[in-house]
């Protein structure tokens, strides 16, 4: 295994599948049975969940709600996707533990970084719901936050895309793909991998991004196998490591 303790991302709008809202039930097994082959190769898991699935602050704010409000709204819908990733977890038989940027007893508790630590060193699974638990801040912030408070060896961000790439490739077929980046050239060439606030809290701890597609099966443990299928943004003298 290239990582050993890894912080997945995963977006809400990903989990819609073909849907135009909501979770898709085959989308959410797929997860599952990928992580549960992740963590059957002893590989410690953490989980950050979006909720653009159900519901964003960005969009309410756009249609007159408070912002605020509206982003505690969107915390919430990120609660409820990390619940049914925890009960599809653990019909499959793998124990989990739900903490959140929100403390919603008797759901979850308060995360931190020592409970995330102790419940991986348990043989768990750990899933984040709430964000950070403060408005004004992504789930991309949160994963980054998370990430950093856990020693993660890197986050993985799974997305629909396999990489990131010059342009929307959804959108322009001519888009070329970049295998690795440094923290530099993904600012100044616009790229749209995660929030400024996300990415600088990334580069400053040297906290490596991985961008790959998850809903390809089998691809979460490719990636955690070191095969190039996405795209890898870290430092410079990462990048030298990573050539080699």
Do not use: W
């Amino acid at each position: 295994m290239k990582y050993k303790k890894i912080l997945l991302k995963l977006s809400g709008e990903s989990l819609m599948g073909d849907q135009e809202y909501g979770i898709s039930p085959h989308i959410l097994e797929q997860y599952v049975n990928d992580i549960k082959q992740v963590k059957e190769k002893g590989v410690e898991i953490a989980i950050v969940i979006g909720g653009g699935n159900i519901f964003r602050g960005l969009q309410g704010a756009a249609k007159g709600m408070d912002r605020i409000q509206g982003d505690y709204m969107g915390m919430l819908a990120t609660i409820i996707n990390s619940m049914a990733l925890q009960a599809e977890l653990e019909k499959q038989g793998i124990a989990t533990e739900l903490f959140s940027g929100l403390e919603i007893e008797p759901i979850c508790k308060a995360c931190s970084g020592r409970r995330i630590q102790e419940s991986s060193k348990k043989g768990k699974v750990v899933i984040i719901g709430g964000g950070t638990g403060n408005p004004f801040f992504t789930t991309d912030t949160a994963s980054a936050l998370r990430a950093i408070e856990m020693r993660a060896d890197i986050i993985l961000k799974g997305t629909r895309v396999d990489g990131v790439y010059t342009s929307d490739p959804e959108k322009n077929p001519n888009a070329k793909k970049y295998d690795i980046l440094n923290y530099d050239e993904a600012l100044t060439k616009k790229l749209k991998i995660m929030d400024l606030t996300a990415f600088a809290l990334c580069q400053e701890n040297n906290m490596p991004i991985y961008v790959f597609d998850m809903n390809k099966k089998g691809n979460l443990l490719k990636v955690v196998n070191g095969e190039p299928i996405g795209t890898i943004i870290c430092a410079q003298d990462h990048i030298e490591n990573e050539k080699q």
